[in-house]
């Protein structure tokens, strides 16, 4: 059932998704201070261990965060297997 309601977002949004897709992607997103602020964001995060000491220690103390995450990456690998330019969100 779930995977048929997934099937069904994505083929009613894929217009929305695939232009919001482009537009993250683009030369004029990335020339903004809202990208900016998340480059800096990503950075702060990834020089002080955000997701290596902080999350990973989240998940061994709070089952439902634990729970959620797992549920989060299944979602996120869903979305990325449909819209794989998705991808680029996140790299420098």
Known sequence: MQNTMDESFFKTQQHSIESY??????????????????????EFQQSN????IFIKNLKILSNSYREYCNRLQE?????????????????K
Not at 21 to 42: C, D, G, H, W
Not at 49 to 52: A, I, K, L, Q, T
Not at 75 to 91: C, D, G, V
């Open 49 to 52: 261990g955000y997701h290596e």
């Open 21 to 42: 897709i482009k537009f993250r992607n683009s030369e004029k997103f990335k020339a903004t201070p809202v990208y900016k602020m998340q480059q800096l964001l990503v």
């Open 75 to 91: 979602a996120n690998k869903l979305f990325i297997e449909k819209f794989p330019q998705a991808e680029e969100f996140y790299q």
